[in-house]
């Protein structure tokens, strides 16, 4: 098995939205803000190596949305999902499997691209099977009003009207131990109904990829939640939960949205769960 990190593209976040109720001179220590109050944010996926499957945690924004929707996320830097593949020696039409850790439009916006003539739109991974959760998918297909924001529809219809759409069964207890993809997943509703944390085995080591359970290094504390979630005292006691875990077996957490620190590690404190190192990926993906 081999793993690659895949850089989408970075965008800025409201620091206050990302934090919620923390105030900002105690977010802004590790997650500094510009003047415009918006802190750096990465769009970070996976692509794991396996065999003849070849399958890619999360897609980023994509380009599809018009230029004023992406101006309300100063978009920076170099990335794209395509730049980073053909780094990494791939193309899109080698992908076998899209997982979607959930569909709020910055995890699957690539996932779906427009035709040629801009007439409408097209999966953008021809030959992959793209999975969600059945629950989790009724939830993004029918928004509540406090998310609907969140769930493009020309993210999401598409992939089911290619019938390359697959659902995962969800764990009863939270924590399915091997899934059809190969890797375990950790099913988390306070953020968003359902999302899902993959957890994957690699070289003696377990590789957890983040999402929006821990969008960044500064959200390590549990009441750091942020804004966007729709249960937040419920996030606090899933990420309490995945946190422990992750102590007791020295997990690696991937950081999905941090732009400046990619893989960690936690310990266990006076203070609660804190920060122990600070991994590069090629540290830790070799």
């Known amino acids: 098995m081999n793993l690659y990190p895949i850089e989408s593209?970075?965008?800025?976040?409201?620091?206050?939205?990302?934090?919620?109720?923390?105030?900002?001179t105690i977010w802004n220590r590790?997650?500094?803000?510009?003047?415009?109050?918006?802190?750096?944010?990465?769009?970070?996926?996976?692509?794991?190596?396996?065999?003849?499957?070849?399958?890619?945690?999360?897609?980023?924004?994509?380009n599809k949305q018009s230029d004023k929707f992406f101006g309300y996320y100063s978009l920076w830097g170099n990335h794209s999902l395509d730049k980073s593949l053909q780094?990494?020696?791939?193309?899109?039409?080698?992908?076998?499997?899209?997982?979607?850790?959930?569909?709020?439009f910055d995890h699957c916006g690539g996932s779906v691209?427009?035709?040629k003539n801009k007439t409408g739109y097209e999966v953008g991974f021809k030959n992959a099977k793209f999975w969600t959760n059945e629950n989790h998918w009724d939830w993004a297909t029918n928004p509540n009003?406090?998310?609907?924001?969140?769930?493009?529809?020309?993210?999401?219809?598409?992939?089911?009207?290619s019938g390359q759409l697959n659902f995962i069964s969800r764990a009863e207890n939270g924590f399915l131990e091997k899934s059809d993809l190969g890797f375990?997943?950790?099913?988390?509703?306070?953020?968003?109904?359902?999302?899902?944390i993959p957890m994957i085995n690699y070289n003696g080591k377990t590789?957890?990829?983040?999402?929006?359970?821990?969008?960044?290094?500064?959200?390590?504390?549990?009441?750091?939640?942020?804004?966007?979630?729709?249960?937040?005292?419920?996030?606090?006691?899933?990420?309490?939960i995945f946190?422990?875990?992750?102590?007791?077996?020295?997990?690696?957490?991937f950081l999905e949205h941090d732009a400046h620190n990619q893989i960690i590690t936690v310990q266990n404190t006076e203070k609660g769960v804190r920060l122990k190192e600070i991994f590069t990926c090629d540290e830790i993906l070799k």
Request: aromatic content about 8%; overall charge negative.
């Open 184 to 196: 375990g997943i950790f099913f988390a509703d306070g953020h968003t109904e359902k999302q899902m």
């Open 9 to 24: 593209g970075n965008f800025k976040l409201d620091g206050g939205a990302m934090f919620g109720v923390v105030p900002k």
């Open 145 to 161: 009003s406090r998310e609907k924001a969140s769930f493009l529809k020309e993210n999401i219809l598409p992939i089911e009207e």
């Open 30 to 62: 590790t997650n500094p803000a510009d003047e415009n109050n918006l802190i750096d944010i990465a769009a970070r996926c996976l692509l794991i190596e396996n065999g003849n499957r070849l399958i890619l945690i999360d897609t980023g924004m994509g």
């Open 243 to 253: 946190l422990k875990k992750a102590v007791e077996n020295n997990y690696y957490l």
């Open 113 to 115: 691209i427009w035709n």
């Open 207 to 240: 590789i957890c990829f983040m999402a929006d359970l821990l969008p960044t290094l500064g959200h390590i504390p549990l009441p750091y939640v942020t804004g966007y979630d729709t249960r937040p005292l419920l996030s606090m006691n899933e990420k309490d």
């Open 87 to 104: 780094e990494k020696g791939f193309h899109r039409d080698d992908i076998t499997d899209v997982f979607m850790t959930h569909l709020h």
